[in-house]
RNA sequence: GGGCGAAUAGCUCAGCUGGUUCAGAGCGCCUGCCUUACACGCAGGAAGUCGGGGGUUCGAAUCCCUCUUCGCCCACCA
């Protein structure tokens, strides 16, 4: 019936296949009915693709995705449509660095080609790796195309906030990338912290009565100075107010100006204002009605504007030969070692230069109110909680949005200039202007592009058809919950709330899960630069999806990073593999042992297994089941997923396959009664442990589950329900009772390997000291210790012989196992007095507890009493040992 | 400079609302087993004064303060 399974289990031969079994089946398409749940789906980044920070969003997101379609909710990704601008970006970042050629030596077209091809290629890589991994996500949807529609959302959202005065043009300084010759935004421009120096200048005043020194770090800007300033309050500058200086180098005359913005505390208390290559001497400059000189061309080479000698030299280089002409002249006071941050470019790494230019901005502080609005009333949560605090306090803090890019690909912007200088009108329109409309002259669209965040921004909506009201976006706007990574809470994450409040008039998802990031054992992020990656299509094919998905979700504690030894996946991803073989033989054997449908647990069916049918360990099992059902559901729902996946992995290997399959082998084996009823229970559990397990490693469960007797060829994990709780099951007896069991099981089992006994041979034991139905479990249950702990033979009460190894159970069961002059009875004294120790010293530490009277009048009445308990059970089990060890004759 | 997080077994990490169900898991290590689902396994074992110090409390890995060390985010002191 079932074909046979291999004894290990092979991803490469499971996992090929059922993900295309599950799409044929449409089975990862929304559900036409059921609560729709959104996770929202951050455009997949090609440089990040085969790294394991997007294994490990991508796998999450599954996770949640898989747990929410059983509950019966229709819960899709939301792949966005926009995956051209990132994508495009890194990809050509790679093509140059690889062609070793820039920007400007290829044609337009000819690398526009190059780019979309490429582009193309690297999408397949992502639809194969995120195959691998058995994300779920309906990938049917427009994927790495610049598709009409979005360009059609990006051009509506531009015109409705230049209309309404949120989108404007002006002189700022920006932050330039002197390599990829572009404007970038803040976020875009990371700072790190560098060594550098700081020099100090002297500034001869211009009636040669002294100087003023200054301090700088970039000494090349001082050729584009146009004043220094001073605090109006700085006593000791306040009479230079208004006086000249002699700009050395250059021989200009610049004022000596007063402002707020200097810091009399730092470096002289003086400085020079550049107001074209430093955002506050930009301000200065403002306030002051000072010259603006820029001394940079777009590639940080000195300008035109530069004295002749300077003109063409990369910028550091300048630097270099400006300190040395104020050394020569004697100018030079003094360098300082100096640290600072330097903001270098998210792309290429260059070091950024701050630089005047006319750049496009957003006005973000009336954007960011209603986002912020959402946070505080609670219609928007982050977890873990804190990275809410940091939401709100950048958008408290939120400076205008710089959206104007010098890139040759992107969407462009929707902005066209009349060709008339006379007329000279701009407009911004949803539709290409090819006449101007006020004078009917030709136009001409602005060359800028926007960044790539203006078209991701809108993903939400932009990607169920916005601006058309469809039906999608009815359905699925807004979504449930965004899960995606730290560092783009800012660049994306803030922007989506921001544009969802202002063009859908509500926030696009509730909940922001931020996953942790990968981490090579140095805690370094996972980079290709840093060649610290793990590609996890290689941990695929090593290990299998399931062995990935593992590991990652385990490791995944809320707000935690992951850490992976690229190294080493043997040791990261061993153990994801273990647990898909440990599962694989457990299903193997109890399949092997179902033949036909098994007897229904409940219902009002002529065959359903009666409850005294059911043997303690059954009761005991289906009791475990109800506890993981509960634990499983609780952990996912509180996005614990790596509880989800422990809770998970306890339920199958310590609970299911190391007792219950082992207890119920008798039975399955027909030399006990109740076989089918071993095997209706154990049909029950595996296939709950499936299912609960199934988010987290998908084909396996699903390969198993699909084999369980009764299925439909058609039917499938993924979309069966979610095992339910079933409050009958919750048997606090059975718990106790079968844990009595194992305890005496395991006590044996001790003695055996402290002594040696081999494996094969039997022994005797002897318990006594029995609480009250101890006798007749432990009678029950022969078969299950005889087996488990190979004991021949079970007595109650004390035995005559004394010379052995002792054991106590935790409600003071005495275990005697005889082993003759096998022992060293001075070896079994010192095991005794181990524990003896360590219960004397739970005991003396319990009875002060109990003995201060501040405890048991202060302390809940419930917790006193279970520290009584404890107390009790502690004395007894003492007592007992301290019997054996008197017997034994032990000092 | 500001804000945040982390420090628990050799390694990677759990430990949520303070109370021996809390000192745990996996890997690694040691011992014995190829027991008819699984050696990617089974059984047993060793191993941590929960970063240091102080405090709150009847009681602290858990809450507070402080120090040390690492990490992250933000930031226009040139």
Redesign the pocket.
Known sequence: MTEPLA???NPAAIESGLYRWWMERGLFAPAARGTPYVVMMPPPNVTAVLHMGHGLNNTIQDVLVRFERMRGKAALWLPGTDHAGIATQNVVERLLAKEGTTRFDIGREAFVEQVWGHVRETGATILEQLKAIGCSADWSRTYFTLDEDLSRAVREVFVRLYDKGLVYRGHYIINWCPRCLTALS??EA??E?TDGK?WHFRYPLADGSGHVT?????PETMLGDTAVAVHPADERYRALVGRQIRLPVVDRLIPIVADD????????????VTPAH???DF?IGKRHRLASMDVMTPEARMSLAAPERFQGLDRFEARKRVVAEFEDAGLLEKVEP?R??VGHCYRCDTVVEPRLSEQWFVKMAPLAEPALAAYREGRLRFVPD?RG??YA??ME?I?DWCISRQLWWGHRIPVWYCEYDHCARVVASRTDVTRCPGCGGPMRQDEDVLDTWFSSWLVPFSSLGWPDQTEDLRRFYPGDTLVTA??IL?FWVARMVMSGCEFMGEVPFETVYLTGTV?D?Q???MSKSLGNGIDPLDVVRLFGADALRYTLVA?S???????L?PGDIE?SF??G??????LW??G??IL?NLEGPTRPLAGRARDVVRREELSLADRWILARCEAAVVEVTE?LE?F?L??AA?AA?RFI?SDL??WY??QI?PRLYGDQPGGDVARAVAAQTFDVGLRLLHPVMPFITEALWKRLPGRHPDASISTSPWPATDRRADDAEALRQFGLVQELV?AV??I???Y?VA?GQGVRATVGNLGPDARRTFEAELGTISRLAKVSSLAFGESGERVGGHAVLSDGTSVFVPLGDAIDVGRECNRLGAEVERLL??IG?QEK?LG?A??TS???AA?VE??RE?LASWREQHEVLARKRALLGCV
């Open positions: 004894p290990q289990y803040n976020e990371e700072k912290e700081l200054v301090a700088t770090t970039r913005a200097v810091d009399p505390a730092f470096g002289t208390g003086a400085v020079k430093d955002p506050t301000e100096h600072h941050a804190r605090e940091e306090q950048w803090n400076r730290p560092e800012f981490r054992s805690h370094r992020k490791g504690a809320v707000g935690t990073d992951v850490i030894d040791t061993a153990p593999r273990n647990f898909a073989n440990k033989n457990a193997r054997f092997s952990a509180r614990r790596n509880e422990a992995y290997w396959a190391d399959i082992e082998k395991s089992r001790q055996r390997a402290e040696g494996p010293g739970l530490a507890k201060n501040q405890f202060r302390a809940p917790v279970r520290e404890k």
